[in-house]
């Protein structure tokens, strides 16, 4: 069954050292998404991805955060510069069209911040 | 704006127990509801959804109803197993908007033989 994949499963960092956080989507899915969890708190959606560009992202996308889809199957988070709190979990989704549709998640990639 | 509520946990039952996992929303017009499950070292996965009042999702044993004039969508199973210990998260989509889902803290569950 096609799923979606993530690496690191963990990445350790210091801080003010960019970061690369990546996801292969389900291959015939057109949308993709990043959401994040910090610990005992609530998943928040970071930014939403279609057609090469982004479509939506929250008030947390700031520009220290970007998205490439570099190639036909890689996803990409990057954090530029990264701070104490962007220690979370890191998910990524994709689902092959928008709307009350079933997203479907990766594992996710715990982010530690030093 | 739109948010959901979870119950804290762990929820902790021995197997064959009854689960009830509360889950409130606030959301302005009529979301569609979800619980998605996360199993250890995996993603999230769709347990189930309801997209109008008093609908009724199921999947796997869990059930949930879409109460509109109490705005909840608790999460129920008759009788859990050592298998069903994971993650639960309830989340609300607002129709006619982004369809981006807006998800509560989670519920960690753990089932004991």
């Known amino acids: 069954e096609p799923e979606v994949t993530q690496t690191p499963s963990h990445q350790v960092t210091q801080m003010g050292q960019e970061v690369i956080l990546r996801c292969v989507p389900i291959?015939?899915?057109?949308?993709f998404y990043w959401y994040r969890q910090i610990l005992g708190q609530k998943v928040e959606f970071l930014v939403s991805f279609y057609n090469n560009e982004i479509s939506e992202k929250s008030e947390i996308f700031d520009d220290q955060f970007s998205v490439e889809r570099p190639d036909g199957s890689n996803f990409t988070l990057k954090i530029r510069s990264t701070k104490l709190e962007d220690s979370a979990m890191y998910f990524c989704a994709s689902t092959w069209v928008t709307g009350d549709n079933e997203q479907f998640f990766g594992p996710g990639t715990r982010l530690t911040v030093l | 704006g739109d948010s959901v509520t979870q119950m804290e946990g762990p929820v902790t039952l021995s197997e064959e127990a009854f689960l009830t996992i509360n889950c409130t929303y606030t959301a302005t017009g009529y979301p569609s509801l979800f619980w998605y499950v996360q199993y250890p070292g995996e993603g999230l996965q769709l347990l189930l959804k309801a997209t109008k009042a008093d609908d009724k999702g199921s999947n796997k044993g869990f059930e949930a109803t879409y109460r509109k004039e109490t705005t909840s969508f608790h999460l129920e199973k008759g009788s859990v197993q050592v298998s069903d210990s994971a993650v639960y998260f309830c989340?609300?989509?607002?129709?006619?908007?982004?369809?981006?889902?807006?998800f509560g803290r989670g519920t960690s569950l753990i089932v004991h033989p």
């Open positions: 291959s015939n899915h057109l949308y």
């Open positions: 989340a609300l989509s607002a129709t006619g908007g982004s369809y981006i889902p807006t």
